[in-house]
């Protein structure tokens, strides 16, 4: 009994028990959930308890990676290809002789010209891929070693480097900087990734063939090939082209020329890029066997506007710029190849006339009138207008202003030619023609009559203008040509007024002289050549009468070419504006001031030496402030301009005292510069007859000069017999002009456009009255006498 009893006991204590369990776990809620991480971990002793289990791990790791793959995605999105460097895109214009081949200068501080990926031999390409990224076809523009490379390097404090795919290298040269920081190497990682699937792999190489530094100041494969080889990239061998992907590792010393002592380094990286070409089946063993290092040339100076180079360069770009054949801001951007009509043996031949003829006689710290001495030579192809020769002054550096292409040093009786070429085409006002053999009163200091009777004046002071002749020479009636060999002052003004001064100014701008020169007014006094046309414009006008009446207008580039594609040039068509039989007279008058037999008095003799048949004319101006020689054969034109200035004003100094001599005539240092020149310049050239066709010409049309319908003039007062320095005046005034600097009167030099001071320089007996500059002074009149038939 007592056993049930405590049997039931217990069994109530039991139950009570449970329910108040019951009861405690109700009033405390439900059981707790178990957390991703619990620490410490239930079941686990020791150590374990506080460490995440795999599964915890695992997904941590996860989670990471998301994140950082989120933030690249992220990062990949917000970031832009940026627009290029400009210091990529800017590229030097280089230009070239007439053979295309022999460089004259580069403009641009930059040295590089872009190809396109044809004209970059598979062979050279291969060899930088072998070189600095095997895989690059292969990976995607990132390489990941290189990624963790730099990682390392950054953790250790260093900066970034190294182990850039090319797409990476060819990103930091186009669109970012070459500064060293994780910025940069985050951009270039990201963009490296764009450009890559933007991009197709051959560009990507080009691109960076184009934009990476070799050295030598050279970027890019094009002026690395001729930096260390002196040829196109196109004609590198494989060994030649392995050695510019050698460079691209440590331009900075991997010129073994430069450093010597590097040779070995460099041959241990050429070898790593030929090997490498092996490995991929780029290159058979055997002729990577065959290969000797090549080593490169020595460095050349850099190409510059020294000497000559500057003036040549300066007159192309203006001329492009002027025909619209390359805009102004292309051709600043570069990356053009312009091949002049410059001939390199006939400019080397100017600057040797100048220097024989000239220069070398002066001695500027001892005489005066040795200073400031300036000289302007340009030579034309007659009948086609190819510049060959333009000389502009010692040197570009020094002198920037090319005195070849300024218009305001006055013509002298150079410009007579014109006024007997409008007297053979017009004839006189009486409708009878004028001929070569045409008789004139020469006496000096006559009176001009014009066409309407009245006695020419002059403008300042209304008297009738009595002009002298050199000397003051009285000539008495004396024909055309004789007058032209002597340079008979009188004779031209009254020419001039009788076929009419306006006829005489057009036969000029036919011939080639810009309309627009200041002093260029219509009246008897032109003749003696008050107007002021460049060197190049005279030579222009020469060889329009050397092409027998054919007129061609100068150029200087005979081809552009950009990238491989060639730009449209202007094309020159000659015109006939001229009557051939007009042109072969005033040729053979021309001819007369060289060679007169029996008497070889003429101003231009000394051009006599050439030995071939020449036609030109001399030139002196008033105060003898210029000397000009221009001269032809019938493949030749070339102009010779000499004169003084002052540095700083521009104003005219006088040539008189020059070398120790009294005065300087157009018969003496422009025609013996002239004569120099031409010699070295007709090598190879036809020597032919002026009524015979010259080189490139058809046809023939001789001419016979038309006898005089007079027995031969008495002469009042003899001339003055031959001396070594030729007498050659020309009576003209000074003008103010503003200075040309480009083809044809362009802009610029010197200094943009000057205004000359006026002369004090009265007139003389040997300098006959011209007038302050800034003014253009009126003439008188004398009678034509007897006239010939037109030639």
């Given at each position: 009994?007592?056993?049930?009893?405590?049997?039931?006991?217990?069994?109530?204590?039991?139950?009570?028990?449970?329910?108040s369990?019951?009861?405690?776990?109700?009033?405390?809620?439900p059981?707790?959930?178990?957390?991703?991480?619990?620490?410490?971990?239930?079941?686990?002793?020791?150590?374990?308890?506080?460490?995440?289990s795999?599964?915890?791990?695992?997904a941590?790791?996860?989670?990471?990676?998301?994140?950082?793959?989120?933030?690249?995605?992220?990062?990949?999105?917000m970031?832009?290809?940026?627009?290029p460097?400009?210091?990529?895109?800017?590229?030097?214009?280089?230009?070239?002789?007439a053979?295309?081949?022999?460089?004259?200068?580069?403009?641009?501080?930059?040295?590089?010209q872009?190809?396109t990926?044809?004209?970059i031999?598979?062979?050279v390409q291969?060899?930088?891929?072998?070189?600095?990224?095997?895989?690059?076809?292969?990976?995607?523009?990132?390489?990941?070693?290189?990624?963790?490379?730099a990682?390392?390097?950054?953790?250790?404090?260093?900066?970034t480097?190294?182990?850039?795919?090319?797409t990476?290298?060819y990103?930091?040269?186009?669109?970012?900087?070459?500064?060293?920081?994780?910025?940069?190497k985050?951009?270039?990682?990201?963009?490296?990734?764009?450009?890559?699937?933007?991009?197709?792999?051959?560009?990507?190489?080009?691109?960076?063939?184009?934009?990476?530094?070799?050295?030598?100041?050279?970027?890019?494969?094009?002026?690395?090939a001729?930096?260390?080889?002196?040829?196109?990239?196109?004609?590198?061998?494989?060994?030649?082209?392995?050695?510019?992907?050698?460079?691209?590792?440590?331009?900075?010393?991997?010129?073994?020329?430069?450093?010597?002592?590097?040779?070995e380094?460099?041959?241990?990286?050429?070898?790593?890029?030929?090997?490498?070409?092996?490995k991929?089946?780029?290159?058979?063993?055997?002729?990577?066997?065959?290969?000797?290092?090549?080593?490169?040339?020595?460095?050349?100076?850099?190409?510059?506007?020294?000497g000559?180079?500057?003036?040549?360069?300066?007159?192309?770009?203006?001329?492009?710029?002027?025909?619209?054949?390359i805009p102004?801001?292309?051709?600043?951007?570069?990356?053009?190849?312009?091949?002049?009509?410059?001939?390199?043996?006939?400019?080397?031949?100017?600057?040797?006339?100048?220097?024989?003829?000239?220069?070398?006689?002066?001695?500027?710290?001892?005489?005066?009138a040795d200073?400031?001495?300036r000289?302007?030579?340009?030579?034309?192809?007659?009948?086609?207008?190819?510049?060959?020769?333009?000389y502009?002054?010692?040197?570009?550096?020094?002198?920037?202003?090319?005195?070849?292409?300024?218009?305001?040093?006055?013509?002298?009786?150079?410009?007579?030619?014109?006024?007997?070429?409008?007297a053979?085409r017009?004839?006189?006002?009486?409708?009878?023609?004028?001929?070569?053999?045409?008789?004139?009163n020469?006496?000096?200091?006559?009176?001009?009559?014009?066409r309407?009777?009245?006695?020419?004046?002059?403008?300042?002071?209304n008297?009738?203008?009595?002009?002298?002749n050199?000397?003051?020479?009285?000539?008495?009636?004396?024909?055309?040509?004789?007058?032209?060999?002597?340079?008979?002052?009188?004779?031209?003004?009254?020419?001039?007024a009788d076929?009419?001064?306006?006829?005489?100014?057009?036969a000029?701008?036919?011939?080639?002289?810009?309309p627009?020169?200041s002093?260029?007014?219509a009246?008897?006094?032109?003749?003696?050549?008050?107007?002021?046309?460049?060197?190049?414009?005279?030579?222009?006008?020469?060889?329009?009468?050397?092409?027998?009446?054919?007129?061609?207008?100068p150029?200087?580039?005979?081809e552009?070419?950009?990238?491989?594609?060639?730009r449209d040039?202007?094309?020159?068509?000659?015109?006939?504006?001229?009557?051939?039989?007009?042109?072969?007279?005033?040729?053979?008058?021309?001819m007369?001031?060289?060679?007169n037999?029996?008497?070889?008095d003429?101003?231009?003799?000394a051009?006599?030496?050439?030995?071939?048949?020449v036609?030109?004319?001399?030139?002196?101006?008033?105060?003898?402030?210029?000397?000009?020689?221009?001269?032809?054969t019938?493949?030749?034109?070339?102009?010779?301009?000499?004169?003084?200035?002052?540095?700083?004003?521009?104003?005219?100094?006088?040539?008189?005292?020059l070398?120790?001599?009294?005065?300087?005539?157009?018969?003496d240092?422009?025609?013996?510069?002239?004569?120099a020149?031409?010699?070295?310049?007709?090598?190879?050239?036809?020597?032919?007859?002026f009524?015979?066709?010259?080189?490139?010409?058809?046809?023939?049309?001789?001419?016979?000069?038309?006898?005089?319908?007079?027995p031969?003039?008495?002469?009042?007062?003899?001339?003055?017999p031959?001396?070594?320095?030729a007498?050659?005046?020309?009576?003209?005034?000074?003008?103010?002009?503003?200075?040309?600097?480009?083809?044809?009167?362009?802009?610029?030099?010197?200094?943009?456009?000057?205004?000359?001071?006026?002369?004090t320089?009265?007139?003389?007996?040997t300098?006959?009255?011209g007038?302050?500059?800034?003014?253009?002074?009126?003439?008188g009149?004398?009678?034509?006498?007897?006239?010939?038939?037109?030639?």
């Amino acid at each position: 009994m007592e056993a049930r009893a405590a049997a039931r006991s217990g069994g109530r204590r039991a139950a009570n028990g449970a329910a108040s369990g019951s009861r405690s776990r109700a009033e405390a809620g439900p059981p707790r959930k178990k957390r991703f991480i619990d620490y410490p971990r239930f079941g686990k002793t020791g150590v374990r308890r506080w460490l995440p289990s795999f599964k915890q791990i695992l997904a941590m790791i996860l989670f990471f990676l998301a994140s950082i793959m989120g933030v690249a995605a992220l990062a990949y999105a917000m970031v832009k290809v940026p627009d290029p460097n400009a210091n990529t895109t800017y590229q030097s214009n280089i230009y070239y002789y007439a053979d295309g081949k022999t460089e004259i200068g580069r403009t641009g501080q930059v040295n590089r010209q872009n190809v396109t990926v044809d004209q970059i031999p598979k062979h050279v390409q291969r060899a930088v891929i072998a070189a600095e990224n095997r895989s690059f076809y292969s990976d995607s523009g990132v390489s990941p070693k290189g990624l963790l490379r730099a990682g390392v390097t950054m953790v250790k404090g260093g900066d970034t480097q190294g182990g850039s795919t090319i797409t990476q290298q060819y990103v930091k040269n186009t669109y970012l900087t070459q500064e060293r920081t994780f910025k940069r190497k985050f951009s270039e990682i990201f963009i490296a990734l764009k450009v890559d699937r933007q991009m197709r792999k051959d560009d990507i190489l080009v691109g960076y063939l184009n934009t990476a530094f070799y050295g030598r100041n050279a970027y890019g494969i094009q002026a690395a090939a001729q930096a260390y080889y002196g040829k196109n990239v196109g004609d590198l061998n494989v060994a030649e082209g392995a050695y510019l992907a050698t460079l691209l590792n440590a331009p900075g010393i991997y010129d073994v020329i430069e450093f010597p002592g590097q040779l070995e380094n460099v041959k241990g990286r050429w070898n790593y890029a030929l090997n490498g070409m092996v490995k991929e089946g780029w290159l058979p063993k055997a002729e990577r066997d065959a290969l000797q290092f090549p080593m490169p040339i020595k460095p050349k100076p850099a190409a510059n506007k020294a000497g000559q180079a500057g003036y040549l360069m300066k007159v192309t770009d203006q001329y492009l710029k002027a025909n619209n054949v390359i805009p102004e801001a292309e051709l600043a951007r570069g990356g053009f190849k312009i091949v002049t009509t410059f001939d390199k043996s006939r400019q080397d031949a100017a600057v040797a006339a100048v220097k024989d003829q000239l220069t070398s006689e002066l001695k500027p710290d001892k005489n005066e009138a040795d200073r400031y001495i300036r000289t302007g030579l340009a030579s034309v192809v007659p009948g086609d207008g190819a510049v060959v020769a333009l000389y502009g002054g010692p040197d570009f550096i020094q002198q920037e202003y090319n005195d070849a292409v300024r218009q305001d040093i006055q013509a002298g009786s150079t410009f007579k030619l014109f006024v007997l070429a409008a007297a053979l085409r017009n004839g006189g006002a009486d409708g009878k023609p004028i001929g070569p053999e045409s008789l004139y009163n020469g006496d000096s200091k006559i009176p001009i009559k014009l066409r309407n009777g009245q006695v020419f004046k002059d403008n300042k002071t209304n008297k009738e203008y009595l002009a002298p002749n050199e000397g003051d020479v009285d000539y008495g009636p004396i024909p055309i040509t004789r007058a032209m060999e002597k340079s008979v002052n009188t004779v031209f003004l009254q020419l001039a007024a009788d076929v009419g001064p306006e006829n005489v100014k057009k036969a000029a701008i036919d011939a080639g002289l810009p309309p627009n020169l200041s002093s260029f007014e219509a009246t008897p006094t032109m003749a003696l050549g008050v107007a002021p046309p460049s060197a190049l414009d005279m030579a222009e006008a020469y060889a329009t009468f050397a092409a027998r009446g054919m007129h061609a207008d100068p150029y200087f580039v005979k081809e552009v070419t950009y990238s491989g594609s060639k730009r449209d040039v202007p094309k020159h068509e000659p015109k006939q504006l001229f009557d051939k039989n007009v042109a072969d007279t005033v040729n053979k008058v021309m001819m007369r001031v060289v060679d007169n037999p029996p008497l070889g008095d003429g101003t231009g003799r000394a051009a006599k030496a050439l030995n071939r048949p020449v036609a030109g004319k001399t030139g002196t101006t008033d105060g003898n402030n210029s000397a000009w020689f221009v001269g032809y054969t019938p493949n030749l034109a070339t102009s010779v301009a000499l004169f003084r200035e002052d540095p700083n004003t521009h104003a005219r100094l006088s040539l008189k005292g020059l070398g120790g001599r009294d005065s300087v005539h157009g018969g003496d240092i422009p025609t013996l510069v002239w004569t120099a020149y031409m010699k070295n310049a007709v090598q190879g050239l036809p020597s032919v007859d002026f009524s015979e066709p010259g080189e490139k010409f058809e046809g023939k049309d001789k001419v016979t000069l038309p006898p005089s319908n007079t027995p031969p003039p008495t002469r009042t007062t003899p001339p003055p017999p031959p001396t070594s320095s030729a007498p050659q005046t020309t009576p003209a005034a000074p003008t103010t002009s503003a200075a040309g600097g480009g083809p044809q009167g362009g802009t610029g030099d010197p200094g943009g456009g000057h205004t000359t001071k006026p002369s004090t320089t009265k007139p003389s007996n040997t300098d006959p009255p011209g007038g302050p500059q800034g003014t253009t002074r009126g003439g008188g009149n004398s009678g034509f006498i007897i006239g010939g038939r037109g030639g």
